[in-house]
């Protein structure tokens, strides 16, 4: 049965399919879901390290006089 999720063909180099294969492996998982989780996790560190950039922009701007205090906000 064809699947309706989007696919991507990726072209790998031996050493790296090898490593990803024995991750597989490991896991007990096929090559194409291990692929998936991988992407997954590299999407999500790379969002921690934007969110870390917009945060210390942010943290310089900071004006220490005009910030709410937790008793004024809650």
Excluded at 5 to 18: G, H, K, S
Excluded at 33 to 45: F, G, H, I, S, W
Aim: aromatic fraction near 4%; proline fraction near 4%; charged fraction near 35%.
């Amino acid at each position: 049965m064809p699947t309706k999720n989007p696919r991507i063909n990726v072209v790998l180099e031996e050493p790296l399919y090898a490593a990803i294969e024995q991750l597989a492996k490991r896991d007990k998982v096929s090559l194409s879901l291990k692929m998936r989780d991988l992407v997954k996790e590299a999407l999500e560190v790379e969002e921690d390290v934007a969110l870390s950039v917009f945060a210390e922009e942010r943290d310089k701007t900071l004006s220490k006089a005009a910030a709410l205090k937790h008793d004024e906000v809650w």
